[in-house]
């Protein structure tokens, strides 16, 4: 076998989901395996090149995890005009990501980046257009289609289990402290519009991808933001004023391969959990349902769907969730960061398949800025085809 280093520039890996998602359990991940397989020969060896503004930080992720002391660097620029960095990966704000991945691209550097990929549709139009003209491949981060229990329910949809596909109902959320008298588990910009937060800007990419995946071409947007809780406080400790959205409330509609399909998703990080898992989908079709969450998928078919009867005066003597039928796994499901990290290191490096690129990810910043507009308007909005 040949070894082949991998220098991968990665920005933002002090943050939540650069660290933990990107470096540890994707990049890190795969030098534990002893390297990625092209199945040609050669192994490829990602070697991480801590970028961000805090090197103090940088410095004790390193030492964290035995990483080479040079690989560090608080000087974007000079990263890129390193002709040993092949691929430049962004998790870091949202509001620098256009003229960071614009830089990279003019580099040469094949670029992997978190999602939205620019605050706005042009922007993230044009990103695609400058990858394509200059011949470098891109990434952008879908994680949730690897998710183990949308895999399951991906494997319903290929085996025709619902027969012709209705309706998708989605629930994300959870409460996220204010950061008064418990810490908020998610930093103070994501709910600030001036820097690039909000809960639209955040979660209608994924739900773009998500159901353009899995079921079709979404065709309209009809939404509702709000901000329910105006102040918060900050990480050190200091309120501030919340200018962007902590929840969304969706209608879409899908251009089906079966026919038309109405999804509804509701998106807050002001909703206390009562379900099995943090997102849930429920797909409704002619011949079964399922409910898929991260990792578990149950189904209930036609041929054992009991007949319920409204009855308010009489308590259920069952349970509604019993009546439900678990998927199995039939099969071991990796790291849903790591997969897709794989799969691009392959499309780089061997020329395998890939369609998760930029304009893609301007799929899901046309999906974000539709549905503010919808929201701003109060009306349904067409969504348009992306071309380049």
């Known amino acids: 076998m040949t070894r082949k280093t991998v220098r991968i520039a990665m920005n933002g890996v002090t943050g939540r989901m650069g660290y933990r998602q990107h470096l540890v359990r994707s990049i890190l991940a795969l030098r534990e395996q002893g390297g990625l397989d092209l199945g040609d020969g050669t192994v490829l060896w990602p070697e991480p090149v801590l970028v961000g503004r805090r090197e103090h930080a940088l410095k004790a992720i390193a030492e964290r995890h035995g990483l080479d002391g040079a690989n560090i660097s608080t000087d974007v620029d000079a990263v890129l005009a390193d002709d040993s960095v092949d691929i430049f990966f962004d998790a870091a704000m949202t509001s620098g990501r256009e003229e960071i991945l614009k830089k990279a691209i003019a580099a040469g550097k094949h670029v992997y980046t978190e999602k939205p990929t620019a605050t706005g549709l042009e922007g993230a139009v044009e990103l695609a257009r400058l990858a394509r003209e200059k011949g470098v ?8 289609l690897f998710l183990p229990g949308l895999l399951k329910l991906k494997r319903l949809i290929d085996g025709g289990f619902f027969g012709r596909i209705l309706s998708v109902r989605g629930e994300f959320g959870y409460w996220v402290f204010e950061g008064d008298w418990q810490e908020a588990q998610r930093p103070s910009w994501n709910y600030r519009s001036e820097d690039g937060g909000g809960i639209v800007v955040d979660m209608f990419p994924h739900w773009e991808y998500v159901l353009h995946e899995l079921f079709g071409r979404v065709t309209s947007v009809t939404a509702l933001a709000a901000t329910h809780i105006p102040t918060r406080w900050d990480e050190n400790g200091k309120p501030y004023d919340a200018t962007a959205d902590d929840s969304a409330y969706g209608i879409f509609e899908i251009e089906g391969s079966g026919g ?3 999804a509804q998703i509701n998106s807050s990080w002001d909703v206390r959990v009562n379900r099995d898992e943090l997102v849930e989908f429920q797909v409704d079709g002619t011949e079964g349902s399922a409910v898929a969450g991260l990792r578990n998928c149950r189904v209930q078919h036609r041929s054992s ?3 319920p ?10 349970s509604f969730r019993d009546q439900w039928q678990e998927v199995p796994d039939n099969t071991e499901f990796d790291n849903g960061f790591k997969v897709q990290w794989e799969l691009f290191l392959k499309h780089v490096y061997a020329g395998a398949d890939y369609h998760w690129d930029l304009l893609a990810g301007a799929r899901g910043v046309q999906m974000a800025e539709l549905g503010l507009k919808s929201s ?11 071309s380049l």
Do not use: F
């Open 137 to 144: 491949r891109s990434g952008v981060v879908q994680d949730k």
């Open 260 to 262: 038309p399909v109405v």
């Open 305 to 307: 769907t009991p007949k």
């Open 309 to 318: 009867v409204w009855n308010p005066d009489l308590p259920a003597t069952y």
């Open 376 to 386: 701003a308007e109060g009306r349904r909005l067409d969504v348009p085809e992306i």
